[in-house]
């Protein structure tokens, strides 16, 4: 064997977020060994950030939701680019992966009757996420972790796989460093689940931290396995924006679910100027229904502010250009109004939303039950991701399994708000599961030395330049680059000059140099993440250019309709044997009739 | 624009000394802002942990002029910037490289503690019942983010290096949080006593005064579960009546 420390395990999880922490209590359910590693500390994935809420149909305050509401509406929020089948498996699997995260020790909050509470979102038809106040997702990283640790499970914390080990088309494994002391650890497995989260980073205000440079789907790319969707990404609607230093933090969607409205600097509720044709029936058209909705009145449609999120962001990004935006460049989300209408709403806020109260209380001296916050789009979550079989998880490449965000398919042309975390729950429980039979059912790949030694060579080689640029300056012109040209608003003039740009930009970062010695050193760290986050922003670009419309979080300026062609394809791309990234469309496979009927019924 | 100057502590376990780095400030900024601009700038190897940016995930604890505290919810505009800024790590735990520490130890400790046990479902469904009023105070401790600054403050691990005896304030926290839980049947008590180390604690509240959580340690965390250990052990009529009720009661 080589050089490096070597693991063994039946299944191998990247990736302790939400969806790497249920796969792997999945696998280890089913009796085969299992490692896990991620980049951070445990427990301090993106899925802590999580605010707002898991969407689940539990029908736990209206009675008239159920699995097939849930369905339709991520399928009307995606555009109808969604894998149909895992829209279907996760509206129908939600429920009881959330009753499941009680049985092992979550408090969500209640109803009256003692049952989990749930929550008005945009683009859900009834209250339908369970949350604990807006920290829903340290509630469930936290019971996550504290029913993994007592399953078995291994975890190397603060290790970065940098590349996934092949035997043949098979994975088979992966190879990586452990940032303490800057060492090369080898992970040999039957099968490998992706779940790495996000590829926010690339873009300059971004709610995503430092780990979101995409490493699964270029792990993936770069083994040969087919990314889909990857032009779309979201644009959270609601960021901070002042002070600059919390520029893009998130602003929970919850604010809104609970009478938040959006307001020019005119004061003028400007969301009602624009409501689309595919909403237009559950939407109210004035402020009194509106508000009835959000208080419950089951016959109340619901405010406009409650739309999908691309729709509310570019809502946003029309004020903000046409003049009419605030003194920072954003415009005004507004809860403290509804002091109009319930007595005690400053204690109502602090106990619905303690966490946006404390933030914007501590960072931008602005206390939310008094006065409107300042706020503008910010990078959120990526749609595409890698190519999955809806039921069992695993890629276009034997033995590699991908979940959570990193995935792809549920959520089409726009996720809605609550849904990554019920994904998260519902696909990381399958791939856990069947990347744990696939294990059983394939002995060991034989691991390949050189691919070893190439990747502890390429990694090492900054350390060996004495020219070169600084790794973070590169990883800023990359940034400021994707937001200018392939941002929000896309045209075609931009995004050629993108590829342009990504082109120089890959050869400084094939340049780039680190100072110090391989002790948890994150410019080192960051000069290994730069070939993964352009890697993905090629892909982002090119999908993007390929995408001749606009149609949920895509938008171009020189395409501004939707077209119903293009509504029959998915984008995918794939490396091709030159290693040249190609695109292809792909149609979208055959929806079930009896769904296809749900489908028309619920318009 | 002001311009501030940190010392910042840079080095590992064999050696360290504070290096000074001069910055501008600009409106807003919080400390992790002034580290990550300085290693983007003039220290690229310069180890620091952070995820949130927004006090959520507990990252990116260290000590600001000798106060533990999250660096992403420290704002510039609240320090002093006349005399230099010190910035050091965590000082309870061992130093891996300039402000990054190793906190290995607490994730051992949770290993330890007994987890939950629920007791059989209310419902034919599977499902429980539980009122908000039962479970306001749990959630409470659920609000915890494992910063461990509470861990970092408290004299016995601090001061008296007592990790072998005592889990320390983190750890209280969550079996209060398991021990009150409505539908948890497990008892954690004798554990407490013999393996946590709770008599070590002398409430001195230093734990809750750090907690940027905001979560009444010793109050609501430490002293009933001192109360319920006390209960279980030295109160012989207390321990026969607590025959009859249900743990959850008392
Ligand atoms: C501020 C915020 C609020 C949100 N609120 C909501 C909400 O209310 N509801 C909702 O449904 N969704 C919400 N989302 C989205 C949702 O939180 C994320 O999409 C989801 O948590 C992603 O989970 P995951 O398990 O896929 O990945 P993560 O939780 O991000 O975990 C990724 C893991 O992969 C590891 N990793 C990455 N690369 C490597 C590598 N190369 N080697 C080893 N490990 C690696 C990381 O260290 C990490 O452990 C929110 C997102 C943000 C940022
Ligand atoms: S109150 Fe107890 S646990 Fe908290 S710091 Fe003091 S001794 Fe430590
Ligand atoms: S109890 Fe408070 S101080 Fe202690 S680890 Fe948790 S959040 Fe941090
Ligand atoms: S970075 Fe998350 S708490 Fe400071």
Redesign the pocket.
Known sequence: MNAYDTYNYDVLV???????LRAAIEASAHGVTVGL????LLGK???V???????AAMANVDDRDSWKVHFTDTLRGGQYLNNWRMAELHAKEAPDCVRELESWGALFDRTKDGKILQRNFGGHKYPRLAHVGDR??LEM?RTLQDHGIHQGVEVHME????TLLKDGERIVGAF?YERERGRFKTFQAKAVIL????VGRAYKIT??SW???G??HS?AYHAGAELIDMEFLQFHPTGMIWPPSVSGI?V???VRGEGGILLNKNGERFMFNNIPDLYKNQTSDNEEEGWRYIQGDKNAKRPPELLTRDHVARCIVREIKEGRGSPHGGVYLDISWIKKKISNSEEHIRKKLPGMYHMFKKLADIDITKEPMEIGPTT??MMGGIRVDPDTQMSTMPGLFA????GAGLHGANRL????????LVF?KRAGEYAAKFAKEYGDGTIDEKQITDAAKWALEPFERDKGDSPYDIQFALQEMMQQLVGIVRNETEMLRAKEHLGLMSQRAANARVVGNREFNPGWHTALDLFNMLTISEAITMAALERKESRGAHFREDYPDKDPQSGKFNLVIKKDADGKMIIRQEPIPEIREELKQLIEEMK | MPTATFEILRGDANEGKFETYTLEISEGMVVLDAILLIQAKYANDLAVRWN?KAGHCGSCSAEVNGVPKLMCMCRMSDIKLDKPILVQPMKAFPLIKDLVTDVSWNFEVKKKIKKFKPRPPDAADGTWRMAQEDIDRVQEFRKCIECFLCQDVCHVIREHQLQDKFIGPRYFVHIAGLEMHPLDVEDRREDLKKTDGIGFCNITKCCTNVCPQEITITDNAIIPLKERVADKFYDPVKRLFAKFRSKKEQ
């Open positions: 990247i990736g302790a977020g939400g969806a790497g590693v991620c980049k951070s994935a993106h899925t950030m999580a605010e707002g809420g898991i969407a829903t997702g990283i290790c970065t796989v940098i990586g779940a790495t989260g996000g709610s995503n780990e979101y440079t490493d699964g792990l998130l929970t969607e919850g959120h979550y979940a959570g965000e990193c708000g609550g849904n990554s975390l019920s994904d998260l990381g | 949130c």
